[in-house]
């Protein structure tokens, strides 16, 4: 999902699966909580990625990648997190998920606390719910046999 170039990813999944071989991969949608939440961390990224990884949770996308050399099947699936608080989200992701932590680091202390604060009132806001903050993370599973 992370790959910059996507057409280049696809060519080699065709590439490196056999006939009848099978495929699986799970990527976040581009409309569901952690697009969302992209979107939020945004304004604080020095340059946008050179592709969206959304783009693999994105049906007819990856039906333009994949479905020539395989036969798919799509579902979209909810993977639900939940954490006493907008703060928790943020020590837990500012400290070890990969690109919250890696933005986190990179910027000056006015920047990261401006980012810490939006963070914070994204999670509050969006996904509060019955004392606890529930983030709601809806994800494409993508499987495909290779024709």
């Not at 954490?83 to 890696?102: D, I, Q």
């Amino acid at each position: 999902m992370f790959a910059p170039d996507h057409e280049a990813a696809a060519r080699e999944l065709a590439r490196v699966t056999r006939p009848g071989g099978r495929i699986s991969l799970a990527s976040w949608t581009p409309t569901g909580g952690l697009g969302r939440m992209f979107k939020m961390m945004a304004p604080f990224q020095p340059v946008p990625p050179p592709s969206s990884p959304f783009a693999w949770g994105d049906e007819a996308r990856v039906k333009e990648l994949l479905g020539d050399a395989f036969e798919l099947d799509l579902a979209e699936q909810v993977s639900i997190a939940r954490l006493p608080s907008g703060e928790a989200f943020w020590e837990l992701f500012s400290s070890s998920y990969g690109p919250t932590k890696t933005l986190a680091e990179a910027l000056p202390d006015d920047r990261r606390q401006e980012l810490h604060d939006a963070w914070v009132d994204f999670f509050e806001s969006n996904f509060r719910s019955n004392g606890e903050v529930a983030h709601v993370r809806e994800y494409l599973l993508v499987s495909g046999v290779r024709r």
